[in-house]
């Protein structure tokens, strides 16, 4: 005899941003229907008969807060029996990288809000939300030692300080930045330009760089790690 089954599948995205350069902040919808009304929660919903999980949560993406990410991931799938109070439901949780300012939200859908907030200052969040959001936090810090999804975050051009100051706000740790300034030109996968900082924060312009993607894949095809 077949076990009973009465489940109900649904996608949550976990979108973080870097911004002001000094925090790492993360998307969140505020509900206008039950269960939670008036809350903040993650975007996402359920995912429709007929379309993936990635569709599904790009769509969640784009109808509750406006925005459209070329970087998701999944992250987990949470299964908890009694984390929603509208039955057993199951969510496959996704993130992503972006740089905010390349977005302007648009709450619509079921969300009547929706803005950025800073990882260490969140508001209570509806259903088991907040673990999915530590659970993000560090698979973030964990992937961005090994694998450079941190460029995400930074403009196309950037000064080198701005990717020190990127690693320690994502740690949430001071970096040697000697040490770390050493590896990552022992890598070559940054890509110097003759330009500097046109309104630099304080002392002399510095010079800019972007990623070298090209460069970073040949290295992973040669089976040369990226370790920070």
Partial sequence: MEPKQNIRLCVDAVVF????????????????????????????????????LEEAVTRELQTEAGVHINYLEQLYTFGQPERDPRGRIVSVAYFGLVNPTNFKLAASSDAEDANWFDIKKLPDLAFDHSIVVDAAIQRLRAKIRYEPIGFELLDNKFPISDLEKLYETVLDRPIDRRNFQKKINHLGILKGHNEKQKHPSAGRPAKLYSFNEERYFQLKKEGITFEI
């Avoid at 939670?36 to 995912?47: C, K, N, T």
């Fill in 17 to 52: 941003g870097y911004t002001a350069k000094e925090s790492i902040s993360v998307l969140l919808i505020k509900r206008t229907i039950p269960p939670f009304m008036h809350r903040w929660a993650l975007p996402g919903g359920f995912v429709i008969d007929g379309e993936t």
